[in-house]
């Protein structure tokens, strides 16, 4: 079994879903799944302001060599900004990424009022130190792979669940925020966190 089968499906883009919202102050929102976004050609803009790097869009399979050369071309970066973070397209890139993050030390911030959804989470979880700003929106769902196999339909040793918990756990997020994930919303919904849920699961360190 590929543990990583469903990479193009478990992080969906729900960008369209913001322009429906009044704001992201009411974390507790669910939403349902909008026309997507052509996620084909996902395009991520990176916009650098001294030693602070701002960054918008779907995360896609190039996520871990264009934040390298981001990098390499800026080697002063301290900090990720996210500002809006619809989801990825390659969850196993996403994980490369937030690893690569964490190895080479950096923050990372939600922008206030911005969004991170779904595997824009796991991005912002491989900051060193990770800071959430004012009416920021965290918003997560459960998966579904290519054969349309969701997580209940798995065994609960299945390679696919330990590659998500080993994850958090190296990103120092507690195993239980994989199986809340899980719960909180079906693959085509999204659940936004509370503030209380985002300080139980360790989501930001500030």
Known sequence: MNHLRFTAIKCISLCVLFLSLVGCSNLNTQASKPNLANLDNPQLEIYIEKDVAFISGVLGPDLPEQLTNMVRQSPNIQTLVLVDIPGSI?????????????????????????????????????????????????????????????????????????????????????????????????????????????????????
Do not use: C
């Open 90 to 206: 390659d969850q196993e890139a996403t994980m490369q990424a937030a690893r690569l993050i964490r190895r080479l030390g950096l923050n990372t911030m939600i922008a206030r009022t911005g969004y991170v959804l779904s595997g824009g989470v796991d991005l912002f979880l491989g900051g060193v130190k990770r800071n959430i700003g004012a009416g920021a929106g965290v918003g997560v769902h459960s998966w579904y792979d290519q054969l349309g196999i969701e997580p209940e339909e798995l065994n609960l040793a299945d390679p696919i669940h330990g590659t998500y918990v080993n994850f958090y756990l190296e990103m120092g997020v507690p195993e239980r925020f994989y199986w809340f994930s899980l719960d909180a919303a079906p693959a085509e919904r999204v659940y936004f966190m509370s503030p209380e849920e985002i300080y139980d699961f360790q989501i930001a360190t500030d």
